[in-house]
Each structure stands twice: as structure tokens, then as C-alpha cells.
């Protein structure tokens, strides 16, 4: 059951992945595209915990919560820069 | 048993990934797209760290926590950063379909 479920997510979740991007490319203002990088990084996780029970390995969860770190770090440097024109005052 | 449950789980993670960006791709302004990341996105990959932890802890027959600390994490930062996000287009008043407050009153800048 387990082997025709994982396709699908697979596929969902890379649809999620080509949405997100794309309102990162296209969207009109720049909280939009953070928004969109953000959620970029989510899908990504996603991604990656899938891939983990896929090929039964859990090495791939370090990468995953190296990425909700960073994504975290990096989505509120940019809120910053908008709010004040500045990162680190 | 616990295949069916893992499927389930999977199967509700996906969907509400996919549910989730297509909100953000296809909602009319900012503050509704704000929406569909910041809450279903972070439920479905809640759904899939809690399929992953399922697996890996009656496959190796020991508790899988690695997973915990993704999920207690993305659970945590998403709030946050949607507040940030939220607090930035006000800030530099993007475009509402419903009415906004309209600019931020001066305050302790100090947040």
C-alpha cells in the first residue's frame, strides 16, 4: 500500500513545489516573494521527509531540519530588511 | 495495520501540502495568500514528520525523536514568520482587497 501512496505524495508534493516557485518568480510585491521562498522551503522539507520513508533511510532528516533552520534564519533576515532597511542595527 | 495508518497519514500530508501552495498561487491578494502556506502547508508536513516517525520507530523498534525536533521546530518558526511577513506588507502597504489598517501607528520601534 505503502509503495503506490508514495508516488503520489511525491507528485503533489512536487506540484507544491513548481506553485510556490512559480509565485516566487512572478509575485507582485516583495513579501510575496518571501512568501514564496518560505514556502519553497517547507515543500522542500516535505520533499525530503518522503524521500527518508521512501528509501528508508533517516540520514535525510538532518538535512530537513538544517533547512527549517535556515529557512526560518533567512525569512526573517529579508522581514527585517523590509521593516527597518536594515538587518542587524 | 500500521501500513494503512502510514498511508493515511501520508496520503492527508500531501494533499494538504498541495492545498496549501496552490493557495499561495492562486489567492487574490497578499494577506489571504498569507493564509495557505503559514497553516495548511504546516499541517501537511506536520502529517508527513508524524508518518516518518510512525515508520522509523517500529522499523528500527526503537523511538524515532529526530523528527519531534523538525516538527516542534516548524511548528514554532511558522507563526513567526508569518507575524514578520504580515508586519512587512503592512509596512509597506501592499494592496488589500478588504479594508487595512491604514499605516502602522508609531510605537516602541524597538521589536
Known amino acids: 500500500m505503502l509503495d503506490t501512496v508514495i508516488p503520489i505524495a511525491y507528485a503533489l508534493v512536487s506540484l507544491a513545489l513548481v506553485l510556490s516557485l512559480w509565485r516566487l518568480l512572478r509575485g507582485p510585491d516583495a513579501p510575496d516573494r518571501i512568501l514564496g521562498l518560505d514556502t519553497l522551503y517547507v515543500n522542500t522539507i516535505a520533499l525530503l521527509v518522503l524521500l527518508g520513508i521512501h528509501l528508508g533511510n533517516a540520514i535525510y532528516f538532518e538535512a530537513a531540519l538544517l533547512i527549517a533552520m535556515m529557512g526560518f534564519v533567512g525569512t526573517v533576515a529579508l522581514c527585517k530588511y523590509l521593516l527597518r532597511g536594515d538587518i542587524i542595527e | ?111
Open chain 2, 1 to 111: 495495520m500500521i501500513d494503512i495508518l502510514l498511508s493515511l497519514l501520508i496520503l492527508t500530508g500531501a494533499i494538504f501540502t498541495f492545498v496549501g501552495s496552490l493557495g499561495l498561487a492562486r489567492l487574490q491578494d497578499f494577506y489571504t495568500r498569507l493564509h495557505g502556506p503559514t497553516k495548511a502547508t504546516t499541517l501537511g508536513v506536520g502529517c508527513l514528520l508524524v508518518a516518518s516517525a510512525i515508520y522509523f520507530s517500529v522499523r528500527d523498534e526503537g523511538i524515532s525523536l529526530h523528527e519531534v525536533l523538525v516538527t516542534l521546530f516548524l511548528f514554532i518558526t511558522a507563526p513567526v514568520s508569518a507575524h514578520l511577513l504580515a508586519k512587512a506588507a503592512l509596512h509597506l502597504q501592499v494592496k488589500s482587497l478588504a479594508a487595512t489598517p491604514a499605516a502602522e501607528p508609531e510605537r516602541d520601534t524597538s521589536v
